[in-house]
């Protein structure tokens, strides 16, 4: 028995194992793929500036420890089995030293708040892999309630660990900062929350040796209060010009980027259409980050969105049952002792696999919706956005299930699609989509109502 659960997790370590050289042998391609070969010799610097980071050297000191007490438990232990597990842990190890080398494609500039923070950890999966070294304390991520929303924030922890370079040295910390924009070919600044770190930043990237490489991402309704800081205070002048994009802007212009070396911005150009820093920032007054407005005056989703989304969770991990059990009744036949008792499992399983998937997608697909004025916030626990009236082109719904689910379809994709889905209350759904399909009819009449003044 003993020999069978080492057996067991000895498999278990070498798939994990299996699936981080995976990650490790994707993400030195695709970075090597756009930066070239050329770029390895970052690589020293890199591991120079890594070493400095407080996030790095706790992680280095932790599998220190990890291999001192393997090296012991090898030392006196003559089972095989043993020995292979870690083994598989030593390779683990040994792929997360090397990421320390890997050359970074773009460098993101943020503040340290929760939604900052989440929306700056998914600048990974935006350049499909690559490395993103960041400053951020990924401390102050707070997890929704929800089981998904858990799982999201360990992975995202977990997985850009060897990319957070934050260093709680002062004296250093401006020439880091310096260095990193040097190594980095890409450079992106989120101007819509102020503080002093970002205002250095901002202020370094606009400096022009730097902007041809920068990009600043500006809220939705043209809120940039980083810039707007910087002008006030006559850091800037107002005719300078670069490179500002929205949110939902910024997929396409980092993925036109990384294509290939030839791609990446140069000296003497700009990342994307430049604009002029007066014109976009204005003397608009600055502000704190938006987030979601919580009170049950505009809410429109049922409270019990959350519910419902880890109920999803639950039904996959139900479906997953069923198939284990399918193949164990298909493995072993003498487990079922009479035939009704078979065509009972058998039907509870087909069952599972039918009508699971339909609720997960039923209740997966939810969002947690809220509205102010002529826009609507939408969250699904891990990312949201803020979308205008203007922006969605029909309402449907509720639909003919038990979670009354209301489909918004918009005019553009958002970070959500061209679909977003909600649960009404059961008892006003039908009110909530009559009042947003009004809603909608008297934002088209306005728009169509001529000026008076042209």
Request: glycine share 6%.
């Amino acid at each position: 028995m003993l020999g069978s659960a080492w057996t067991l997790i000895s498999s278990l370590v070498w798939i994990l194992a299996g699936l981080y050289l995976i990650m490790t042998f994707s993400i030195w391609w695709a970075s090597l793929r756009t930066l070239g070969l050329s770029s390895l010799r970052h690589s020293p610097r890199i591991l120079r500036l890594s070493f400095r980071a407080g996030p790095i050297r706790e992680l280095s000191l932790v599998m220190l420890t990890t291999l001192i007490a393997i090296l012991v438990i090898y030392a006196n232990s003559s089972e095989y089995r043993v020995g292979s597990a870690q083994n598989a842990l030593l390779l683990i190890m040994a792929l997360c030293c090397t990421l320390f080398f890997v050359p970074p494609v773009a460098l993101v500039f943020s503040s340290s708040t929760n939604r900052q923070l989440r929306w700056a950890l998914t600048l990974k999966g935006l350049i499909r892999g690559r490395r993103v070294i960041s400053l951020l304390d990924t401390a102050y991520m707070r997890p929704e309630p929800g089981l998904n929303d858990v799982w999201a924030v360990v992975s995202r922890r977990s997985l850009t660990l060897t990319d957070i370079l934050r260093t709680s040295d002062l004296n250093n910390w401006h020439a880091g900062v310096r260095e990193l924009i040097e190594i980095t070919p890409i450079v992106v600044v989120d101007t819509r929350v102020c503080t002093p770190a970002l205002l250095f930043e901002a202020s370094t990237m606009l400096a022009p040796q730097n902007l041809y490489k920068a990009i600043f991402v500006i809220d939705d309704d043209g809120a940039c209060p980083v810039l707007q800081t910087l002008l006030d205070n006559g850091g800037i002048p107002s005719d300078c010009k670069a490179s500002i994009v929205k949110e939902d802007e910024l997929r396409q212009v980092l993925q036109s980027l990384i294509t290939s070396r030839d791609s990446l911005p140069k000296p003497g150009s700009f990342p994307s259409s430049p604009s002029t820093i007066g014109e976009r920032a204005g003397r608009s007054r600055q502000r704190q980050s938006k987030s979601i407005p919580e009170t049950a005056a505009n809410r429109l989703s049922t409270p019990l969105t959350s519910f419902w989304r880890l109920m999803a969770n639950v039904i996959l991990v139900q479906v997953l049952m069923s198939l284990i059990c399918g193949l164990l009744i298909l493995a072993w036949p003498r487990m079922i002792v009479t035939s009704s008792q078979e065509f009972t499992l058998w039907f509870l399983i087909a069952c599972n696999l039918v009508f699971g998937p339909i609720y997960f997608y039923l209740g997966r697909s939810l969002k947690k919706v809220y509205l102010e004025g002529d826009s609507l916030y939408v969250s699904d626990y891990s990312k949201e956005c803020k979308i205008h009236l203007s922006q969605i082109c029909r309402v449907t719904g509720p639909d003919w299930t038990t979670l009354r689910r209301i489909t918004l379809h918009l005019n553009e994709p958002s970070v959500f699609g061209k679909k977003i889905v909600f649960a009404g209350t059961l008892l006003s759904a039908g009110l909530t989509a009559r009042d947003l399909q009004h809603r909608l009819y008297r934002q088209g009449e306005r728009e169509r109502k001529p000026n008076p003044q042209e």
